[in-house]
C-alpha cells in the first residue's frame, strides 16, 4: 500500500484509453499530465512498455508514483477492473508490487530496456543457431534452437510460456527458456537477476528482439547481459492473476520469431 493518490495520468490511444479515462473521472480522480501525475495508468502492451521503461529511465521519479498496466486482450481495461484499482489508489487502500525493468547491455554499455521480454531468434523460419547461456560465474549452457528468451514476471505470461516456459511470480526472478530448440528435451530455466548470452555460430543471422521489436544483428561471440537494471511499483490486477493458471498461455501473444515490429 501506498499514500493516498488523487492525480493520474492515462497513457494510450483509441477507445479503450478514451473509457479508461472517464471512468477514472467518475470515481473523483484528477486526469493530469505525466509530470506532474503521482500514479500512471498504461492501456495496452505499449503504453505499459512506455510507462515501465520511462520510470526506470528517469531520475526524477517518484518512489511513490506506482503505473497501473492494463493489458490487451485480457479484458482487465474494464470499467469495473479500473474503478477498483483507482479506489484503491485514492484510498491508499491498493497493493503494489515492484516489477523489475530488464537492461540490455553489450561491453559495459545499455543499449536497450525491456518490460516484457529480450529475444534472440534467427532471422530466417526454420533455421537454428547456437547459443551459450551463462546462468551464473559456475554454470554455462549450449543449446541449438530458433531462438533463446528472457522474459520478466510480467513477459513470462506471453511469447515465453507460449515457448514452453513458466509463469514467474512478481518477485520470481527470469523466465530463460529456449524457442524450438533442436532436442526432443528441452531444458528451461529461472535465474534470480540475470544472464549472460553469446551466439555460437556464424552460419545465420540472429536478431536482437526487445518486447517484440527487433533492435539489431547480434555479432556472434559477443556476449550480451540481460538483467534486472530497476523495479517499478506496479498495480496489479488480482483477479487476472488469480484466474491465471501456471503454465498457461496469454490471449494474443506476441510472435517474436516472426517479429517485424520494428
Not at 477514472?24 to 501525475?37: H, N, P, S, Y
Not at 528517469?58 to 485480457?74: E, H, I
Not at 526432443?184 to 553469446?198: A, H, M
Request: charged share 25%; proline share 6%; net charge negative.
Amino acid at each position: 500500500m501506498g499514500e493516498p493518490t488523487s492525480r493520474v495520468a492515462v497513457i494510450g490511444n483509441g477507445g479503450p484509453a478514451c473509457r479508461v479515462r472517464r471512468a477514472i473521472e467518475e470515481v473523483g480522480a484528477q486526469l493530469v499530465d505525466r509530470a506532474t501525475a503521482n500514479a500512471i495508468v498504461a492501456v495496452g502492451d505499449d503504453a505499459i512498455r512506455d510507462a515501465l521503461v520511462g520510470e526506470s529511465e528517469s531520475s526524477a521519479r517518484s518512489s511513490d508514483r506506482p503505473v497501473v498496466p492494463l493489458r490487451s486482450g485480457t479484458g482487465s481495461a474494464g470499467t469495473g477492473h479500473v474503478t477498483d484499482r483507482i479506489r484503491g489508489l485514492l484510498d491508499g487502500t491498493d497493493r503494489r508490487v515492484p516489477y523489475p525493468v530488464l537492461a540490455v547491455e553489450t561491453d559495459g554499455e545499455i543499449v536497450d530496456r525491456a518490460a516484457f521480454d529480450v529475444a534472440f531468434v534467427t532471422d530466417e523460419p526454420a533455421r537454428i543457431s547456437e547459443y551459450a547461456v551463462e546462468i551464473d560465474s559456475n554454470r554455462c549452457e549450449s543449446f541449438r534452437a530458433d531462438g533463446v528468451a528472457i522474459a520478466t514476471p510480467l513477459g513470462s505470461e506471453g511469447y515465453a510460456n507460449a515457448a514452453g516456459g513458466p509463469v514467474i511470480t512478481p518477485d520470481g526472478g527470469l523466465a530463460v527458456v529456449p524457442i524450438a530448440p533442436f532436442t526432443t528435451r528441452s531444458d528451461t530455466w529461472v535465474v534470480p537477476e540475470g544472464v549472460t548470452l553469446s551466439v555460437e555460430r556464424e552460419s545465420e543471422a540472429v536478431s536482437l528482439v526487445v518486447d517484440g521489436s527487433r533492435r539489431d544483428i547480434v555479432v556472434p561471440g559477443r556476449s550480451v547481459r540481460v538483467a534486472i537494471t530497476d523495479r517499478v511499483d506496479v498495480v496489479p490486477d488480482r483477479t487476472a492473476v488469480a484466474s491465471q493458471p501456471s503454465g498457461s498461455s496469454r490471449a494474443g501473444a506476441t510472435d517474436r520469431k516472426g517479429s517485424n515490429n520494428s
